[in-house]
């Protein structure tokens, strides 16, 4: 591979550059009209105006992309994340052009696309799975008969759903025809499909993904956990790695089920399995994320390998050249999410000119950004600025340097979630690591937020007053 273009924006696109640099591999960048000026157009050896703003007249135009590519003689696709990475039908036009994707092939993205067919393609191996039905269900009498054998709270998911679309929650046996009924109808309006299935409801449950990475040789690796349990509305936050909870025994066996998942659909590139963890550390097989996910730089720091780099060796048919037993745990990384949203308004978009735009620098401190002071964040995308990744040799490091991190990052002209990771990284709930999916919905509200900063300014004031009295006791001259 001599050359790649890159199919996606921001700080993935750059990412990603940044390695095919470090390979000797030129890049190509695409973008819309707003991303003119982004810093991944800029960083690329050559540069392609795709369409207009909206991602449906420019990065999801996977034809035309494909054409660039072979018009600029690119031999290979990166898509990123997001966008075209888990579209099956781009995957396989993109290889019809006889180019690389760069990712998986398109059976083992179909595969995972839906969740049906994931469980039937698991099925030959023994991964644990959340106690429910393996198949479509559309017969609310036999929908009742199988919640009555679970056991209630029950859980009906579509199975085209994702990210936590289409689910819902049946707390007893009155309302469950109903919620079947209005599952359906909205699996059918949102996806195109309206299989549902019911799934034993695990109430309190952590998230936690492992990341694989296989080559077309057959060798399947994993690169341990990441801890993803902070989210709101399905979208994560805050993620680290290790996991505070898992033993050297139990992460063996997440990983090996991880690898069992990836080698069911015969799996090729970086790949994440996500599994539910109950309160008595019960593991289930949820997902596979048939990408690089954002939080893929934790991974990278505890792992010491350059995830995308190997992406791009096995794309090019490379065996791993590492093996499971030299993979080994060093230190501890936390990532923050930044995004230009107003976490005292819901956390809704907070896009405008980014005024003062300084990134935090220091020893244990990476950033993945894609924007810089001047910029305009465009409403027509994802409004994550970066990702602000901390590493330190144990938790406690990693943490104080997020901290200092956070503080040293500064941004003005949007709203951002910087204030809200330090009052996560603050929290004793997440200190102590003792905590689950509905940290946000338990712990967290504007005025825990402003209780916080308030307190701080408080403390900042208590410190600058001291020092003025000090400054003023030196420079006293005695008048009499
Ligand atoms: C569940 C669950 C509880 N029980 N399945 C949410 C997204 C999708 N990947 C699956 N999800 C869940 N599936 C059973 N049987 C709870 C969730 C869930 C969740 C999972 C991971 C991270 C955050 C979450 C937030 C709410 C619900």
Redesign the pocket.
């Known amino acids: 591979m001599k050359k790649i273009l890159i199919a996606n924006r921001g700080e993935i696109a750059v990412r990603v550059m940044k390695t095919a640099q470090k390979m000797g591999i030129k890049t190509v960048a695409i973008y819309s009209t707003v991303d003119r000026n982004a810093p991944h157009v800029r960083f690329a050896d050559e540069a392609v105006l795709i369409g207009e703003a909206p991602s449906s007249e420019s990065y999801l135009l996977g034809d035309k992309i494909i054409e660039v590519a072979k018009e600029l003689g690119a031999d290979g696709i990166h898509p990123g994340y997001g966008f075209l990475s888990e579209n099956a039908d781009f995957a396989e036009a993109v290889e019809n052009n006889g180019l690389i994707f760069i990712g998986p092939k398109s059976a083992a993205i179909r595969t995972m696309g839906s969740k049906l067919a994931a469980k039937e393609a698991v099925k030959q191996y023994k991964i644990p799975m ?1 106690p ?1 039905i393996d198949e479509a269900i559309s017969d609310v009498k036999k929908a009742k008969a199988i919640a009555k054998e679970i056991g209630f709270p029950i ?1 009906i ?1 579509a199975s085209a ?4 679309k289409g ?1 819902r929650i049946v707390e007893e046996e009155k309302n469950l025809e109903s919620q079947m009924n209005r599952a359906i109808s909205e699996a059918t309006s949102a996806f195109g499909d309206g299989s549902v299935f019911i ?5 309190s ?1 952590r ?1 936690i993904e492992i990341q694989i990475m296989a080559d077309t040789h057959g060798n399947i690796l994993y690169f341990f956990e990441r801890e ?2 902070i ?1 709101r509305r ?1 979208q ?1 936050v805050v993620e680290e790695a290790p996991s505070v909870i898992l033993t050297p025994q139990l992460r063996a066996k997440m990983g090996e089920a991880a690898v069992d998942v990836a080698r069911a659909c015969d799996y090729v590139g970086a790949g994440t399995v ?1 599994f ?1 963890m109950d309160a008595s550390h019960n593991f ?1 097989f ?2 596979m994320n048939t990408r690089l996910q954002v939080e893929h730089p934790v991974t990278e720091l505890i792992t010491g390998v350059d995830l995308v780099a190997l992406q791009i060796k096995v794309a090019r048919g490379e065996k791993l050249s590492i093996t499971q037993e030299e993979l080994k745990i060093m230190g501890h990384a936390v990532e923050l999410r930044v995004y230009a949203e107003d976490p005292l308004n819901e956390f809704l978009p907070s896009v405008g000119m980014l005024e003062t735009y300084k990134l935090p620098k220091g020893e244990g401190v990476r950033v993945d950004n894609g924007f810089e002071e001047g910029m305009d964040v465009p409403i027509y995308y994802d409004p994550m600025l970066s990702k602000l990744i901390a590493y330190g040799a144990n938790r406690e490091e990693a943490i104080q340097r997020m901290l200092k991190a956070i503080d040293d990052y500064k941004i003005e002209g949007v709203m951002t979630t910087l204030g809200f990771g330090k009052f996560v990284f603050d929290h004793e709930a997440f200190r102590s690591g003792n905590f689950d ?2 940290f946000i919905k338990n712990y967290y509200s504007p005025q825990a937020l402003l209780k916080e900063a308030r307190e701080e300014a408080k403390i900042a004031a208590i410190i600058a007053l001291k020092q003025y009295n000090k400054d003023q006791n030196k420079v006293r001259i005695p008048t009499t």
């Open positions: 959340v429910g859980l998911k759903g994702g990210g936590g689910m799934e034993k409801y695990v109430s449950p998230h993803c349990s989210q399905h994560k996500e539910l289930y949820l997902e999916t509905h």
